[in-house]
């Protein structure tokens, strides 16, 4: 599966936005699906990630509450919708994806992924 990421942009602190990542390929009903973000000069985060069938999802501390992630298998497609974002919300993010058994435990951790979109910047302005 290929992945393209897109929806960043620049926002104001306590703006909502939406991110896509339009996955192609075959059996994408068979990937997990995650999101991670990388600031400048930090390592790569875990923002949030969905399990194969779209049951189960996670979220990293720093989010809960705020984030949403969904995926629509049928459009193979994962997004990510932010409200309250905040000035250290401000990376770039990635969409990931990883082909897994039904009953995998969701993935956290950048090595749970082998397959990564080109990344989307999101600034949020104070």
Same mark, same amino acid.
């Given at each position: 599966?290929?992945?393209? $990421? ?15 990542? $339009? ?25 949030? $990630?969905?399990s194969r069938s779209g049951s189960s999802t996670y ?21 990510l919708r932010m409200n309250s974002l905040q000035p ?8 990931? $994806? ?16 082998d397959t990564w979109g080109q990344g989307t910047q ?5």
């Amino acid at each position: 599966v290929q992945l393209q $990421a897109s929806g960043g942009g620049l926002v104001q602190a306590g703006d909502s936005l939406s991110l896509s990542c $339009a996955a192609s390929g075959p059996s994408f009903s068979r990937y997990a699906m995650g999101w991670f973000r990388q600031a400048p000069g930090k390592e790569r985060e875990f923002v949030a $990630a969905i399990s194969r069938s779209g049951s189960s999802t996670y979220y990293g501390d720093s989010v809960k509450g705020r984030f949403t992630i969904s995926k629509d298998i049928a459009k193979k497609a994962v997004f990510l919708r932010m409200n309250s974002l905040q000035p250290e919300d401000t990376a770039v993010y990635y969409c990931a $994806a990883k082909q897994v058994i039904l009953t995998a435990p969701i993935s956290t951790e950048v090595r749970g992924y082998d397959t990564w979109g080109q990344g989307t910047q999101v600034t949020v302005s104070s």
